[in-house]
């Protein structure tokens, strides 16, 4: 069927000027978005997440803004329970002119000699603003437990509407390895400071090697591991198809607990 959200917000004189972002992580399955009468995106596949930039379709500061989101579910278009309309969560983002994005962050961390791990990270600086911004970009290392394993300091400088890719490089000795039974995640900080903090973002990641072997098989930190897999659709059986955190948490320990440690989320 055919199902309409709508929702008011006013942008405050203290984000005027700065990016205002709405992310959906989910709405199934044609999604459109209007924002004060104006249609801002069309999304027509229900299991990917959209964001949209709504700073052209907002009224100036201090005047109501109306956003208005319509998902159609029509068809014969799954085989299982795919749920309608809005079943994820959605998010206000606002940052300033010159931020970064955790879409087009990436940590690899597979490489592994010895006691020592090589962690290789990849970034993109954005501008949106028309002025050339300098600054500094800062990265930081956190260990499982929290602590500071290393960190490095960039300068920035970056032209009016322009995306910078930028890539680092960090030995971390004596690394907590990731595994399915000790999942130790490290923490990527990354802040940008360009007349004051300009933007912030973390990205959590596992040090860990993967490889297949014809003789051995899937090999986890060079050891041979049988994947005990199941497949997962996005529904929590009475619950429906909305996404509830605990209800998550709670198929993932389900999961575990009853012998399994992949599951198929294509």
């Not at 020592?116 to 990265?139: F, M, Q, Y």
Request: glycine share 10%; proline share 5%; hydrophobic share 35%.
């Amino acid at each position: 069927g055919e199902g309409w959200y709508r929702k008011e917000f006013v942008v405050g004189p203290e984000d005027a000027g700065k990016i205002i972002s709405l992310y959906f992580e989910g709405a199934y399955n044609q999604a459109e978005v209007w924002i004060n009468g104006r249609k801002a995106c069309f999304n027509p596949y229900g299991y990917i997440p959209f964001k949209i930039d709504v700073n052209p379709y907002c009224n100036a500061p201090g005047i109501p803004n109306t956003i208005a989101v319509k998902v159609i579910n029509e068809g014969l278009n799954s085989r299982w329970y795919a749920g309608s309309g809005i079943y994820r969560h959605v998010w206000m983002v606002k940052t300033d002119k010159v931020y970064l994005d955790e879409w087009d962050t990436f940590v690899d961390a597979s490489e592994v000699k010895g006691k020592k791990a090589t962690v290789r990270l990849h970034t993109i600086l954005h501008n949106s603003g028309g002025e050339k911004a300098a600054g500094d970009l800062h990265i930081r290392i956190l260990s499982p437990q929290g602590k500071e394993v290393c960190s490095a300091t960039r300068p920035i400088s970056a032209a009016g509407k322009s995306d910078i890719p930028l890539s680092f490089t960090f030995d971390i000795g004596k690394p907590e390895l990731w595994s399915v039974d000790t999942p130790s995640l490290y923490t990527a900080c990354l802040s940008v400071k360009s007349g004051g903090l300009s933007d912030e973002i973390t990205v959590p990641f596992g040090i860990r090697t993967i490889e297949f072997s014809a003789e051995k098989g899937f090999l986890l930190n060079g050891k041979p591991l049988k994947l005990k897999g199941g497949c997962l659709h996005h529904d929590n059986g009475l619950l429906g198809a909305v996404a509830i955190d605990r209800a998550e948490e709670r198929k993932v320990e389900l999961m575990k607990a009853n012998g399994f440690n992949a599951v198929r989320c294509s």
